[in-house]
């Protein structure tokens, strides 16, 4: 089970929405994006384990569109024989018939590949809009606005933020040593990642057990980082 963080919980939010509109007639891909350490690798994977209709990619900087098709199949666990184009079509045809939410991460290496991009929009297309998730770091909303024909299907978008009071307060929620507001605020600040503010609690809770306190406030934590 994971934390859930204000990230994650509007990320579900966002991938129910994807979800309810399989097959509408609409356009579906959703677009994630966010610095590292916040969490997107953890969301993704997390929402792939609750839902058997859900694969997981993470895309290669050397991907071929020959690569990337193998990669889907083996994912989607599909033994499609024939050339490239039989299988990209086969592809499209069983995901018409078996929506799958497919998740693409890493997405940033292949940003200038616009043939793997055009892939992916085809095959959204061609599959009566099954959904595509594109994942990557802060730039990729940007550069992906040069392909307006790919960026105009995005129907969610979402910027994973820096870790906020209330994500740290949920870390340690079941510590022994309880954090005063100034504490959480500052933590969060200083962090800005969930690794970052997970490293920094260890940090201070060793500190603050060896010295035997039972409540941590923002100048209690300047005594134990002197």
């Not at 399989?22 to 969490?39: S, T």
């Not at 740290?168 to 500052?186: G, H, N, T, Y």
Request: proline share 2%.
């Amino acid at each position: 089970m994971i934390a859930q963080t204000a990230n994650i919980r509007k990320f579900l939010a966002k991938m129910d929405t994807l979800e309810q509109g399989i097959a509408d007639g609409k356009p579906n891909l959703g677009l994630v994006w966010g610095d590292y350490g916040r969490g997107k690798t953890t969301a993704l994977t997390h929402f792939v384990s609750m839902h058997t209709n859900a694969i997981y990619l993470r895309a290669k900087a050397r991907w071929s569109a020959t690569w990337m098709l193998d990669d889907l199949l083996d994912a989607l666990n599909l033994d499609l024989g024939g050339k490239t184009r039989e299988k990209y079509a086969s592809l499209a045809h069983f995901l018409t018939l078996h929506p799958h939410i497919i998740i693409i991460d890493e997405v940033n290496l292949i940003l200038n590949s616009p043939s793997l991009l055009e892939m992916v929009r085809d095959l959204h297309d061609l599959s009566n809009n099954n959904p595509f998730v594109l994942c990557g770091t802060d730039d990729v909303q940007t550069r992906l606005k040069r392909y307006g024909s790919l960026y105009d299907r995005f129907r969610i978008y979402m910027g994973f933020e820096a870790v906020s009071a209330d994500d740290v307060a949920l870390f340690a929620k079941d510590a022994p040593i309880k954090l005063e507001q100034d504490a959480l605020s500052f933590i969060a600040k200083k962090s800005t990642s969930i690794r970052g503010a997970q490293l920094l609690l260890e940090r201070l809770f060793s500190k603050a057990k060896a010295n035997a306190f039972k409540t941590l406030s923002l100048a209690d934590i300047k005594k134990l980082e002197r």
